[in-house]
């Protein structure tokens, strides 16, 4: 408002500041265009600079530079691509970017759960992780979904070890043997590797949005070469106890499915 | 019958302008007398002020614009007027108490994205399409 002031005298009717009653009314206007219910209310302290967010914030620099030089998709490809690689170096795979391109939406969630396990039966280390997918906006369909974890170089006794890092879907639950898993994507990292992982989890997400109740998380395990499971700490991976910026998330890709229409009112 | 109209009301105004527009082109019907020629100005709409830095993450806020100006003959003295412009310029010219003058509207808009957080802290990256005007023209 102070801006009108000073440099658009011409526009008499912005002129004068908005009162209280008329400051609701655009707020209540700009949130429908934005296509919210209500103001959001973030729950987390310190949250903008966590790993998700500052992910984020990258990819809409990436978008808004783009917006400003109307270059179209070839450099747009180019962008998301130089950010999925300086995110993620040396471990993420380069995906193809036309998803990227394409979506009216990207979203990221936070891990609601993170639990070390150790189950006796198969002498198995793995964790879990889970994503809360039911707040997506309605009309938009989900065309990629990642799960980014951060690595850190390993100073422990494997330093010269290779690790086969797996990500499994969470099938089916019970209280006395281990879950039914599905296999959803894994890699062969270097001990000495640092940098985020990638994991590829679409299909995964897409079941989920269409089958919230089938949601039972992600299962992550980490073996060394002879097959023997380890804790992920000792691999260097970072959980829910490090660095903020460090956080593993999930991050996913939509395309609007239907033309949002502003209700009546 | 649009010329005559014309030419009686440039004559009707130039009188109570002290024959100013008298001395203009048809590019400078817009003395100083009449109102603006319809025109592209700058708005910006401040989340920040709006209280909303906690949930929006970025832009802090975006440069919206706003079309506002006097659509009068001539109108390729403006940006892009439509055909149903130049016509209802015409009527207008001979109804001027029944019909309008056609309206300075945008007539290309540019897309903004916005970053926030949800009630969960997830955050949302969006596309919002026809936010920010680009050009103004008569309609």
Redesign the interface.
């Given at each position: 408002e102070g801006n009108f002031a000073d440099h658009h005298v011409h526009s008499s009717f912005i002129y004068r500041r908005l009162r209280n009653h008329e400051r609701r009314e655009i707020q209540r206007e700009i949130l429908s265009i934005l296509g919210l219910p209500h103001r959001p209310r973030p729950f987390s302290v310190g949250k903008h600079s966590s790993s998700a967010p500052l992910f984020m914030l990258d990819l809409y620099n990436a978008m808004s530079s783009e917006q400003e030089t109307e270059r179209g998709a070839a450099r747009g490809s180019l962008t998301y691509r130089a950010i999925l690689t300086t995110q993620s170096p040396p471990l993420a795979s380069l995906h193809d970017t036309n998803f990227l391109n394409d979506a009216d939406m990207v979203m990221s969630f936070v891990n609601l759960v993170e639990r070390d396990k150790y189950f006796s039966h198969q002498r198995r280390h793995y964790k879990e992780f889970r994503f809360d997918l039911t707040q997506i906006p309605e009309g938009e369909a989900v065309t990629a979904a990642e799960f980014r974890i951060y690595k850190d170089r390993s100073n422990s006794r494997y330093e010269n070890d290779t690790f086969r890092i797996t990500i499994y879907q969470v099938l089916k639950e019970y209280s006395n043997r281990d879950a039914d898993l599905f296999l959803l994507d894994g890699k062969k990292i270097r001990a000495s590797d640092g940098g985020w992982l990638v994991f590829d989890i679409t299909a995964t997400s897409n079941h989920w949005v269409v089958n919230p109740q089938h949601n039972l998380g992600l299962q992550l395990c980490v073996e060394i070469m002879d097959g023997r499971t380890i804790n992920i700490r000792s691999a260097g991976l970072i959980g829910r106890h490090g660095p903020q910026s460090k956080q593993p998330f999930m991050v996913a890709f939509f395309k609007a499915s239907e033309v949002l229409l502003r209700s009546v009112r | 019958a649009a010329n005559s109209k014309r030419k009686n009301q440039n004559r009707n105004k130039s009188s109570s302008s002290q024959d100013s527009s008298r001395l203009s082109g048809p590019g400078d019907y817009n003395s100083s007398e009449q109102k603006?020629a319809c025109k592209k100005?700058?708005?910006?709409?401040?989340f920040r002020?709006?209280g909303?830095q906690?949930?929006i993450?970025?832009?802090e806020g975006y440069a919206a614009f706003y079309c506002?100006g006097e659509c009068s003959f001539p109108l390729n003295a403006h940006m892009n007027a439509t055909n149903h412009a130049i016509v209802q310029t015409l009527v207008h010219l001979m109804f001027p108490d029944n019909v309008p003058k056609p309206c300075c509207a945008p007539t290309k808009l540019?897309?903004?994205?916005?970053?926030?957080?949800?009630?969960?802290?997830?955050?949302?990256?969006?596309?919002?399409r026809n936010?920010v005007v680009r050009s103004c023209g008569c309609h």
């Open positions: - | 603006q100005h700058e708005l910006y709409v401040s002020d709006l909303w906690d949930w993450i970025a832009p506002d540019n897309a903004i994205s916005v970053l926030y957080f949800d009630d969960s802290s997830n955050v949302i990256l969006k596309k919002y936010m």
